[in-house]
């Protein structure tokens, strides 16, 4: 509208110009002296109508960019304007973050000056890293005594499993020998066994730290046994034995207490119990508790 308004008052003003100088020199033409008044013939005319001509399709031309200069404004102006805000908005944030960045410097030269950092001196760093070297030895030797009290710990297992499947075979054997027995024989035979299964059931306990052992039912059995594990030192781990009723058959076996030592049993309760092998799942139950893996 304004750009309309101004075309609009140069156009008049323009309209003036001409009428005024064309008054001009038709006066000056009508009361000057005719020998000294300038001629003005018809070629004279046509040279200034073509220059007129000239003027007109220039000015034209120049209506036709200004034309498209404005199409373009209007159209670039609302994209101009939008991305003028938007580097507007995105200079306000980053004055408003270097503001901020400022501040928090001075925030931090200022706790830096109130908590100042306690400064070691060659003597008081010398000290800390002769302290630091006895302490990594001590946690050395330390380390060393631990594996070799593993290492006895492994031995001793080994051999107790060692004599776990030797009682276990003389088990067998006195098993076979009390089924061959009869009730009316003498007791010279069964006072011996008895003794045996005593004595066994004694060593197994000192052993394997069996604390107790409950009988649920005919077929149900529950050994608590306490191991030393060396993320948790001691714990109790109890063992619950199923078997097949009116057979020697193990059906199932429970496990409790591993889940506090973090370890996991995998499939060694499975594969023992299709083998029938009550010992070794037992000793391989202990031993992992034990390890702790």
């Known amino acids: ?49 073509l220059r007129n001509d000239e003027r007109k399709a220039a000015l034209t031309q120049a209506k036709s960019r200004l034309g498209e200069v404005q199409n373009d404004v209007k159209t670039l ?4 304007e939008e991305d003028y805000l938007k580097v507007k908005k995105a200079t306000e944030k ?8 400022i501040d928090a410097r001075l925030a931090l030269s200022r706790l830096r000056q109130m908590h100042l950092h306690p400064r070691l001196t060659i003597k008081t760093a010398d000290q800390k890293l002769a302290d630091q070297v006895v302490e990594m030895q001590e946690i050395t030797d330390e380390i060393e005594t631990v594996s070799q009290k593993v290492q006895e710990v492994k031995e001793r297992l080994k051999g107790g499993a060692l004599e776990m499947e030797n009682l276990r075979v003389k088990r067998a ?27 066994s059931l ?23 046994y306490r191991v030393d594990n060396p993320r948790t030192r001691e714990a109790l781990v109890t063992i619950t034995l199923i078997f ?3 057979s020697r058959q193990l059906a199932s076996a429970d496990v409790a207490g591993l889940d506090e030592l973090g370890v996991d049993p995998g499939d060694v309760i ?6 029938n092998n009550v010992q070794g799942l037992i000793s391989a139950v202990l031993s992992r508790a034990r390890g702790g893996v």
């Open 94 to 101: 980053a004055a408003e973050l270097r503001q901020k960045i």
């Open 1 to 49: 509208m304004e750009v309309d308004s101004q075309l609009t008052y140069l156009r008049r003003l323009k309209f003036q110009f001409v009428e005024q100088n064309a008054k001009d020199k038709y006066v000056k033409s009508i009361v000057s002296d005719i020998d000294h008044a300038p001629l003005v013939t018809d070629e004279d005319n046509k040279q200034v109508k």
């Open 77 to 80: 102006a609302p994209l101009v």
């Open 173 to 199: 054997e006195a098993e076979k020998t009390m089924k061959m027995a009869t009730v009316d024989e003498d007791d010279s035979i069964l006072v011996p066994l008895c003794d045996w299964f005593t004595a």
């Open 270 to 275: 499975d594969a023992h119990i299709q083998t």
């Open 202 to 224: 004694a060593l197994h306990r000192s052993m394997q730290n069996l604390e107790d052992m409950e009988i649920i039912s005919q077929n149900e059995i529950r050994l608590q």
């Open 244 to 246: 097949v009723p009116d």
